[in-house]
């Protein structure tokens, strides 16, 4: 079996042995649309939540018939934000048809969604999705990863103080493109990927925004980081032009995805 799919088949069973706050799985219950799945991202995904993280979390829901096939412009992405004071929370889902057309381009972001191991709500969709995850890898989606850090490394260097998150964003995105790259699976989480890596300040950096806050202060200037972070880049770069990943998602797959999207729609894949 391709190890991309097993990865994406352990994260869809690991919601039986995951534990979320109450305040999820609720927001989930009272979503106004059939959700195909809910993932947790951002920090928590990432393996660097501090304290005072929010909870990010991301899914798929699918509009009724009826109002996608009317005349009037239907927005096609749902969002909250609440904090009751215990808990953060920041939900985001799209269609699937909006979903079904990002996975088809070189978008990083909703396979790390679609794989997420950190599973709130799955359904026998969420695993045909799944499922289809591998063909759609494609060399390009180092183009996301290099962007991506690009940005926030930039961010990071107009920022008076300097803090601890930004900094490990850009290693995260980096080091997730090329694990990408050379592997062929998609590897959010910066623990796991540092584990290649061996990047001793890393796992220092990581044990200070656990213990400390979503604003923690570089504990070194941002030279310190910058040689690496460009040897990285350029590592990146290399990967990208020799990795064994397609350059286009083949047509089958296309069909595949398009399948399951009226398969959702006519409520026959739940």
């Known amino acids: 079996m391709d190890p991309v799919k097993v990865d994406a088949v352990k994260a869809v069973k690991m919601d039986a042995v995951t534990s979320f706050p109450p305040q999820l799985p609720a927001a989930v219950q009272a979503h106004p649309f059939p959700l195909v799945f809910a993932t947790v991202s951002g920090a928590h995904l990432y393996g660097f939540p501090s304290p005072d ?26 969002s909250l934000e609440r904090d009751d004071g215990t808990v953060e929370l920041d939900l985001v889902s799209h269609d699937v048809r909006k979903f079904a057309r990002l996975l088809l ?19 026998p969709l969420h695993a045909q999705l799944v499922a289809l995850a591998p063909g759609v890898l494609t060399r390009w989606h180092a183009h996301h990863y290099l962007g991506f850090t690009a940005n926030q490394w930039q961010l990071l260097a107009k920022e008076p103080v300097p803090r601890v998150k930004p900094l490990l964003y850009a290693f995260r995105t980096v080091l997730t493109g090329l694990h990408l790259m050379r592997a062929g699976v998609i590897e959010a989480n910066l623990e796991a990927l540092n584990a290649d890596a061996r990047l001793p300040f890393l796992t220092d950096l990581i044990a200070l925004k656990r213990g400390g806050r979503e604003a923690e202060p570089l504990p070194e200037p941002l030279s310190v980081y910058r ?23 083949p047509e089958g797959v296309r069909r595949a995805v398009s399948e399951l999207v009226v398969r959702a729609r006519l409520g026959s894949a739940f």
């Not at 381009?105 to 359904?123: A, D, F, K, M």
């Open 105 to 123: 381009t070189r978008n990083g972001y909703v396979l790390e969604q679609l794989l997420s191991p950190l599973v709130v709500h799955t359904t």
């Open 53 to 78: 993280s929010d909870w990010d979390l991301r899914g798929v829901h699918v509009l009724p018939l009826a109002e996608v096939l009317g005349l009037e412009d239907v927005p096609e992405t749902y």
């Open 227 to 249: 040689a690496e972070h460009a040897r990285l880049v350029l590592a990146l770069e290399a990967a990208r032009e020799t990795t064994h990943l397609p350059g286009a998602v």
